[in-house]
């Protein structure tokens, strides 16, 4: 039984590998919904990243994963034109899902929740992924070739 109505997810998923499977593997068994923000092609420019796909690509393929490795479950996808998105700032999130990679942003967010009236989200930290060679799985090693989705070495 999942212990919050909905939890908030985001990222920019270039290409869905076993860290964002973990990622959303623990949204879904937290939340009984799941608010997954996915970086517009804008937003993900201002970052420095360089994605391979564009944004709708990008959703796409989140939407084919999503629907078949947890069919039947509830999820909205939308756009993240900043750290949060919109639907963040509602009542009906009640935590968020991040690695200690991302797990700073909590208190700013938590902050701009208190600005507009809103209790503050629990935080529920994931561990990193690891590939072969103990550093994280993430899209960006993937697009050098250096691991695959699996985080196996190709190098």
Do not use: C, W
Request: net charge positive; hydrophobic share 40%.
């Amino acid at each position: 039984m999942a212990r919050f109505r909905a939890v908030a997810v985001g990222g920019t998923f270039d290409s869905i590998h076993k860290g964002h499977q973990a990622l959303l593997s623990k949204a879904f068994k937290e939340g009984e919904k799941v608010l997954i923000g996915v970086t517009t092609d804008r937003f993900v420019g201002e970052l420095g990243k360089h994605p391979n796909r564009r944004f709708d690509q990008r959703v796409k393929e989140l939407r084919d994963f999503i629907e078949e490795a947890f069919p039947n479950l509830k999820y909205v996808i939308q756009p993240l034109n900043d750290f949060f998105g919109p639907l963040f700032f509602t009542e009906e999130v009640e935590a968020i899902i991040v690695s200690d990679e991302t797990s700073s942003r909590v208190g700013l967010a938590n902050r701009l929740r208190a600005e507009k009236g809103l209790k503050p989200v629990k935080t529920v930290l994931i561990d990193r992924v690891l590939a072969e060679d103990g550093k994280p799985v993430s899209s960006t090693r993937i697009r050098h070739g250096e691991i695959d989705a699996e985080g196996r070495l190709l190098k």
